[in-house]
T-cell receptor, first 116, second 114 residues
């Protein structure tokens, strides 16, 4: 079964440093997403990406965050200057939108980001 | 924006019994309601979903019901097994042009006692 792959699985970074979280979505999917889950809390939407541009973003996704699809297969989330409160599990997801109207997302296993 | 409430936050059942998890949503425009199972250290995995033009959907031991008028939907797991133990999230979404974000509930930790 096709998978969304995320790397690394765990990243520790110092406050103020830049981090890049990487994702390889499912190859025929057209929509890409980042969500985050602070420990013990609900999964929260950050951003969606379609046709090489952001289609939606939440209030969490401020100027410190950016996304990119640099080479047609990878999808990255960059946090420019990490804060302690950025510590969370970050999930990448992708979905296909076609004539069959299959809306189902597939999530990756996540990257646990720890800011110290 | 959409708000999804999920109850209970924890649920313990004996193996073989049924489990029911309930969610309500606030935005009447929402038209897609998936349920996800999250095992420890893994990402959410879609287990069943329902669209607003359907009242009930079943897949083996799992069923979901939707009441659009009351804006609530429920997950039913019958004949529970220890491997059903996980955190379950409901979500809601308006699948319109350019909008596919999911709003999640806070999750229900289901424990199936052998």
């Amino acid at each position: 079964e096709p998978e969304v792959t995320q790397t690394p699985s765990h990243q520790v970074t110092q406050m103020g440093q830049e981090v890049i979280l990487r994702c390889v979505p499912i190859s025929n999917h057209l929509y890409f997403y980042w969500y985050r889950q602070i420990l013990g809390q609900k999964v929260e939407f950050l951003v969606s990406f379609y046709n090489n541009e952001i289609s939606e973003k939440s209030e969490i996704f401020d100027d410190q965050f950016s996304v990119e699809r640099p080479d047609g297969s990878n999808f990255t989330l960059k946090i420019r200057s990490t804060k302690l409160e950025d510590s969370a599990m970050y999930f990448c997801a992708s979905s296909v939108q076609g004539a069959e109207r299959n809306y189902g997302y597939t999530f990756g296993s996540g990257t646990r980001l720890t800011v110290v | 924006g959409e708000n999804v409430e999920q109850h209970p936050s924890t649920l313990s059942v004996q193996e073989g019994d049924s489990a029911v998890i309930k969610c309500t949503y606030s935005d009447s425009a929402s038209n897609y309601f998936p349920w996800y199972k999250q095992e420890l250290g893994k990402g959410p995995q879609l287990i069943i979903d329902i669209r607003s033009n359907v009242g009930e959907k079943k897949d083996q031991r799992i069923a979901v019901t939707l009441n659009k008028t009351a804006k609530h939907f429920s997950l039913h797991i019958t004949e529970t097994q220890p491997e059903d133990s996980a955190v379950y999230f409901c979500a809601a979404s308006f699948n319109g042009a350019g909008s596919y974000q999911l709003t999640f509930g806070k999750g229900t930790k289901l424990s199936v006692i052998p």
